[in-house]
T-cell receptor, first 109, second 115 residues
Framework: DAKTTQPNSMESNEEEPVHLPCNHS???????IHWYRQLPSQGPEYVIH???SNVNNRMASLAIAEDRKSSTLILHRATLRDAAVYYC??????????FGTGTRLQVFP | EPEVTQTPSHQVTQMGQEVILRCVPI?????FYWYRQILGQKVEFLVS????????KSEIFDDQFSVERPDGSNFTLKIRSTKLEDSAMYFC?????????????FGQGTRLTVV
């Protein structure tokens, strides 16, 4: 599985946008980029995924670089409930999710 | 919103005892998974299950572990003889379709404590 690199932690203030980066320089052409998050004491939760084009859903936006070697998860207005560990995961031809250590996002009121 | 349900939420067991962790998948989902997370560590894949067979398993999933879907609804993980190092959160996940372009839904987990 191709490797991803994320900052260990990030901070944000409530109601501000948050940009969570992920580097995946060894991504292959068929790897999907998935984002999950894990709120404290809960199971992982799907956030968004994409292949080449930018994607939007009710939770977040995913901006994918043109060369696909990096991506950014965008939370448009952070809330306290968005405090979680965010995982960027590449998936190709496999059902399983390989979790890294992710980025721990702290949100301050 | 449909959800994956896991029981019990917390299980304490003595070393060497058998435990069964239960999961009720989302009703039309066909692919089932178990993951575990030791306190303070990464979420780790254990096993995937489809059509009443194991599709893939990790090195962690040794002969002490087994999975089954005995009644077409519950999906269970059995640990035959628990060890202290089996203490972890165990998460069940389900997916409607196989593949890289679908999302997995996770349950809230069972915290297993082996004493």
């Amino acid at each position: 599985d191709a490797k991803t690199t994320q900052p260990n932690s990030m901070e944000s203030n409530e109601e501000e946008p948050v940009h969570l980066p992920c580097n995946h320089s060894t991504i292959s052409g068929t790897d999907y980029i998935h984002w999950y998050r894990q709120l404290p004491s809960q199971g992982p939760e799907y956030v968004i995924h994409g292949l080449t084009s930018n994607v939007n859903n009710r939770m977040a936006s995913l901006a994918i670089a043109e060369d696909r070697k990096s991506s950014t998860l965008i939370l448009h207005r952070a809330t306290l409930r968005d405090a979680a560990v965010y995982y960027c995961i590449l998936k190709y031809n496999t059902d399983k999710l390989i979790f890294g250590t992710g980025t721990r996002l702290q949100v301050f009121p | 919103e449909p959800e994956v349900t896991q029981t019990p939420s917390h299980q304490v067991t003595q070393m060497g005892q058998e435990v069964i962790l239960r999961c009720v998948p989302i009703s039309n989902h066909l692919y089932f998974y178990w993951y575990r997370q030791i306190l303070g560590q990464k979420v780790e894949f254990l096993v995937s299950f489809y059509n009443n067979e194991i599709s893939e398993k990790s090195e962690i999933f040794d002969d002490q572990f087994s999975v089954e879907r005995p009644d077409g609804s519950n999906f269970t993980l059995k640990i035959r003889s628990t060890k202290l190092e089996d203490s972890a959160m165990y998460f069940c996940a389900t997916r409607i379709l196989q593949g890289t372009n679908t999302e997995a839904f996770f349950g809230q987990g069972t915290r297993l404590t082996v004493v």
